[in-house]
Protein backbone atom coordinates (compact mmCIF):
# COMPACT_ATOMS: atom_id res chain seq x y z
CA UNK A 1 0.00 0.00 0.00
CA UNK A 2 0.90 3.18 -1.04
CA UNK A 3 0.78 6.17 1.23
CA UNK A 4 1.22 10.03 0.32
CA UNK A 5 1.80 13.21 2.30
CA UNK A 6 -1.60 14.35 4.17
CA UNK A 7 -0.80 17.73 3.17
CA UNK A 8 0.45 18.19 -0.18
CA UNK A 9 -0.72 14.67 -1.38
CA UNK A 10 1.99 14.86 -4.08
CA UNK A 11 4.66 12.86 -2.42
CA UNK A 12 5.39 9.33 -1.72
CA UNK A 13 5.78 9.02 2.34
CA UNK A 14 8.31 5.96 3.32
CA UNK A 15 8.97 6.13 6.90
CA UNK A 16 7.92 9.99 7.90
CA UNK A 17 4.61 10.95 7.84
CA UNK A 18 4.82 14.31 6.08
CA UNK A 19 7.20 14.83 2.80
CA UNK A 20 10.29 16.73 3.37
CA UNK A 21 8.97 20.06 1.82
CA UNK A 22 5.82 20.13 4.21
CA UNK A 23 8.27 19.14 6.89
CA UNK A 24 10.01 22.58 6.37
CA UNK A 25 6.58 24.14 6.15
CA UNK A 26 5.71 22.45 9.98
CA UNK A 27 9.31 24.08 10.54
CA UNK A 28 8.37 27.59 9.96
CA UNK A 29 5.07 27.45 11.29
CA UNK A 30 7.77 26.55 15.10
CA UNK A 31 10.06 29.15 14.15
CA UNK A 32 7.82 31.92 13.08
CA UNK A 33 4.53 30.56 14.90
CA UNK A 34 1.51 29.07 12.63
CA UNK A 35 -0.82 32.29 12.24
CA UNK A 36 2.20 34.28 11.04
CA UNK A 37 3.00 31.71 8.36
CA UNK A 38 -0.92 31.45 7.61
CA UNK A 39 -0.61 35.81 7.49
CA UNK A 40 2.42 35.70 5.91
CA UNK A 41 1.13 33.23 2.90
CA UNK A 42 -2.83 35.01 2.52
CA UNK A 43 -1.14 38.67 2.25
CA UNK A 44 1.50 37.37 -0.27
CA UNK A 45 -0.06 34.60 -2.92
CA UNK A 46 -3.54 36.77 -2.61
CA UNK A 47 -1.67 38.99 -5.09
CA UNK A 48 -0.48 38.73 -9.00
CA UNK A 49 2.74 37.30 -9.68
CA UNK A 50 4.82 40.90 -10.52
CA UNK A 51 3.45 42.39 -7.13
CA UNK A 52 4.30 39.20 -4.70
CA UNK A 53 7.87 40.07 -4.66
CA UNK A 54 6.95 43.76 -3.72
CA UNK A 55 4.90 41.84 -0.84
CA UNK A 56 7.27 39.80 0.48
CA UNK A 57 10.11 42.42 0.44
CA UNK A 58 7.33 44.79 2.77
CA UNK A 59 6.42 42.05 4.92
CA UNK A 60 9.56 40.33 5.93
CA UNK A 61 11.01 44.12 5.77
CA UNK A 62 10.70 44.98 9.97
CA UNK A 63 12.54 41.24 10.54
CA UNK A 64 15.46 42.15 8.28
CA UNK A 65 15.95 45.29 9.35
CA UNK A 66 15.74 44.06 13.14
CA UNK A 67 18.46 41.67 12.48
CA UNK A 68 20.90 44.57 10.99
CA UNK A 69 19.83 46.45 14.38
CA UNK A 70 20.94 43.42 16.14
CA UNK A 71 24.19 43.03 13.56
CA UNK A 72 25.06 47.08 14.13
CA UNK A 73 24.40 46.24 18.22
CA UNK A 74 26.53 43.74 18.43
CA UNK A 75 29.40 44.90 16.09
CA UNK A 76 29.32 48.44 18.23
CA UNK A 77 29.96 45.81 21.24
CA UNK A 78 33.67 45.24 20.39
CA UNK A 79 33.45 42.66 17.20
CA UNK A 80 33.74 46.02 14.79
CA UNK A 81 37.58 46.63 15.47
CA UNK A 82 37.89 43.27 14.81
CA UNK A 83 36.26 43.70 11.08
CA UNK A 84 38.12 47.02 10.31
CA UNK A 85 40.95 45.11 11.02
CA UNK A 86 40.87 42.75 8.64
CA UNK A 87 39.12 44.86 6.32
CA UNK A 88 42.25 47.18 6.04
CA UNK A 89 44.83 44.41 6.33
CA UNK A 90 43.08 43.67 2.62
ZN1 LIG B 1 3.83 17.03 1.53
Redesign the pocket.
Known amino acids: MVF????????YLIISN??????KVKHYMSCYSRDRVIEILDNVLSRTEDKQDNKINEEIKNEIQNKEYTLRSSKKSGKSNQIKRGENEN
Not at 4 to 10: A, D
Not at 18 to 23: A, I, M, P, S, V
Open positions: FCPVCNEELCETCR
